[in-house]
């Protein structure tokens, strides 16, 4: 295995002293994390990120057997930088119905698949009582697996629709099978960024209060960043300071999942793609920043298999999984592959030199 724990190498002076903080377990603040990102010691920074990467989850890298289910593309958002939302007049524009979810199930069902990650567009035409009846129709087919399902965003205009508070919407979609949350929605926790690309989003602090209300239920989400387009390294800076802070006082998340912009067939298609460099110093930052998130995962969709590959030494833990039919990536261009085979995945962790450790949707060895 590639000695990268070894930190011998890096100046004492390094980003204004950042190696001592991080062997002694000092917190970074704001200017370190913006001072890294100014670095283009892409190797100090990856070496400390790994440093402490082994600390939290030693060699092993974990993958899961998942399947998505993106159950609508009608949205009343239209956030500029979204591929995947259609219009319900406009061709592409799609509803699964219960049957058209149990079919997709059915399709599987002879697959290992132990989570079942489900999220969608804002549907106008959709209520609670579908989100609750698929949600009772997974648990029905997949009683064994992890349904991870819904954002605060979809969280907000539930509780919009149905005049339910956030946490009374939370209760019923708990009591339906409702088990984890995934992180989406999060994008840029900036206002001016969200005013300029998605106006009609709920707000970071919005979010941030849904998801401190989930995590006050006892269901654990995760956190993703939406970065490379219009934000600024201070406001990445910013992101993560505001998801450690909720960390801090919830210990509610699971893992932090950067997602790396496609410009691709949206409003924002001038927009050139994040560079590996970016890719690997955001991780490697997240990691180094979110001092208190155990996981950091390198997902594969958006960053290619060969580079999240790579970035199991900047910082990463976590490659995701085999999915099988991503849709929100690849409407916006992605040229990855739509799922993997479990085999690739471990090929991928062991041909590394990393352990490769298939987990559930909570980080145990399945
Ligand atoms: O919220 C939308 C992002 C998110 C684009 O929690 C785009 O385990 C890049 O949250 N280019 C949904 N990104 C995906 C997501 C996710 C994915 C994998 C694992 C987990 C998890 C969560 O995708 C959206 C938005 O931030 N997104 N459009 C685009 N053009
Ligand atoms: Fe709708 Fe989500 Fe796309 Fe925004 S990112 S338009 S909320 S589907």
Redesign the pocket.
């Known amino acids: 295995m590639i000695k990268t724990d070894n930190l011998n190498d890096i100046s004492a002076k390094f980003c204004g002293g950042i190696k001592e903080k991080i062997i002694n377990g000092i917190r970074l603040t704001s200017e370190d994390g913006i001072a890294l990102y100014k670095s283009s010691d892409i190797i100090s920074i990856g070496k400390l990120a790994h440093y402490a990467r082994k600390k939290k989850c030693g060699n092993k890298a974990y993958y899961i057997y998942n399947q998505h289910i993106n159950y609508t593309?009608i949205?009343?958002?239209?956030?500029l930088?979204?591929a995947?939302?259609r219009k319900k007049n406009q061709p592409e524009a799609f509803l699964y119905s219960i049957e058209d979810i149990k079919k997709k199930l059915y399709e599987r069902i002879d697959e290992p698949i132990t989570e079942l990650h489900i999220v969608?567009?804002?549907n106008p035409e959709l209520n609670l009582n579908y989100y609750l009846t698929l949600l009772k129709t997974v648990k029905q087919i997949r009683y064994k697996a992890t349904i991870k399902a819904f954002t605060a965003?979809e969280i907000d205009y539930l509780s919009q629709k149905s005049g339910l508070n956030v946490p009374q919407v939370i209760k019923k979609l708990k009591q339906a099978g409702l088990d984890m949350m995934p992180g989406?929605?999060a994008e840029v926790l900036s206002a001016s960024v969200r005013k300029k690309l998605?106006p009609k989003?709920i707000s970071g602090d919005r979010w941030l209060r849904i998801i401190k209300m989930v995590h006050l239920e006892g269901i654990k989400t995760n956190a993703t960043m939406l970065y490379g387009h219009i934000e600024t390294i201070e406001e990445r800076i910013n992101h993560f300071i505001k998801l450690r802070e909720l960390q801090d006082e919830t210990n509610g998340f699971l893992a932090f999942i950067p997602l790396a912009f496609h410009s691709k067939n949206t409003k924002l298609s001038r927009l050139p793609s994040t560079t590996a460099i970016d890719d690997l110093k955001t991780i490697a930052i997240a990691r180094l920043m979110l001092d208190n998130f155990d996981h950091i995962k390198a997902y594969w969709v958006m960053i290619g298999e060969k580079l999240a590959q790579t970035a199991l030494f900047f910082g990463a833990d976590d490659l995701d999984g085999t999915i099988i039919e991503e849709k929100?990536t690849h409407f916006a261009g992605a040229k990855t592959a739509k799922g993997l085979t479990e085999e690739y995945i471990k090929n991928l962790i062991t041909k590394a030199g990393f352990t490769p450790v298939c987990r559930d949707s909570f980080y145990n060895p399945v």
């Open positions: 593309n949205c009343a958002n239209q956030c930088f979204c995947y939302a969608g567009g804002l965003v989406g929605g998605f989003k929100i």
